[in-house]
């Protein structure tokens, strides 16, 4: 299978011609959050203020990686779990950002937020969180340090693998990929 | 009596998290290279890939397999001649995962209290079993356990009526209904039997069973082979994207238990079975 080469931020161009089942390589600027980063954010949204950072055309990288080692950028940092982020995300798609990262499979209102919006879900693979670190080669914290391990923070990556798993025609590759195999 | 110093435990347990956080045991890795050369779908076989890719960087010391290097859990079997010097025998293991996971630069997972959810800091406690054997050594098994997958396990008190289809309804149901969540392909721990801590004590039991192995009874055996069939009917594979190599590996553990009842237990394990052991 060809890996499709990708950069950010994404145009709607680049969105549209994803579809499920696409393995990527995506090179670089993600910004990183989970749920107590997606509140605050939200909550800036909700009151009209602007975010801590440009989110047009940037994807959003939910993890909890493991500490660096002196030296390294990062630990392993393979994807966390990104159901929990289900209310939060059609709110981020709104405000401009062109998709996530994660793992998976996100609720029906993220399916259709992808279709409005133009976004797409990619998954990064659960436990290949060496492979991933691999790929990024720079950390920088953007905003909310008080927040931790939960604070928002921007990697630079190069070649960062992922599979497109929903996307903005409504396809969902946990559903449809499933039942391609189903014999139970 | 044979006396074992608190301090080598320490040392043995701080090698042991690091170990199996770092290197993915032998059989683990020839069942993911079998399940690739296996696997009937290209995105599967393209997950599988970048699995395989990752176990083999992280034995390179760097990187842990993944980055959630889980709550510390160990089975030990103490000899009834080992006296223990200088010490405790679960602040001794506990003092070696503080400084297995600070030295390795493990995750700290764990919360003090399940509500207040502030961490501990050092990724202790670790969650402990203990066994007395004859005889005058010490086996410490260290097994880490993630959250994704360890949150996709359950305990049912089934009635004996339900008998063995009820087992197979559960279990393949539970895979079922766990999809992507556990990061597939998983191992299966079942346990049966036993009290309710006990049954679910028998199914994490099994996860540490060299994967290939069959069951010594072979009713056992053949049921292991039947759910495992099963399982990978469903069509979840790798990562849940769809395709053929659900689970690795089905192990059922069994336990004595009351007439009334006919508990069973699923423990799931994601595809980095972790676990090493060191003999004292």
Redesign the interface.
Known sequence: ?AKKKITTPLTDEAVKDLKI?D?VLISGDIYTARDAAHKRMVELLDKGEKLPFDIGGQLIYY???????PG?VI????PT?S?RMNKYAPRILEAGSKGMIG???MGPGVQDALKKYTGAYF?A???????I??SIVGNELIAWEELGAEAIRKYTVKDF?A?V?QDCHGGN??K????????? | MREISSKDITKAVKELCIDANYNLGEDVQDALRKAYEKEGSPVGKATLKQIIDNFEISQQGEFPMCQDTGTAVFFVEMGDQVCIKDGNLFEAINQGVRQGYKDGYLRKSILADPIERKNTGDNTPAVIHLDIEKGDKLKIVCAPKGGGSENMSEVKMMKPADGVEGVKEFVIDKVKRSGSNPCPPIIVGVGIGGTFEKCAEMAKRALLRTIGSKHPDPFYAKLEAELLEEVNKLGVGPQGFGGTQTALAVHIQTYPCHIASFPAAVNINCHVARHKEVIL
Do not use: C, F, H, W
Not at chain 1, 63 to 69: E, I, K, Q, W, Y
Not at chain 1, 125 to 131: D, E, K
């Open positions: 299978m089942g393995d993890v909890g990686p493991s500490p660096a080692r390294n630990g392993s940092a393979g779990t159901g793992k998976g499979e998954a693979i659960g436990g290949a969180a060496a492979l670190a691999k693998p599979i798993v590759l946990y449809e990929g499933v039942k391609k195999y189903q014999k139970i």
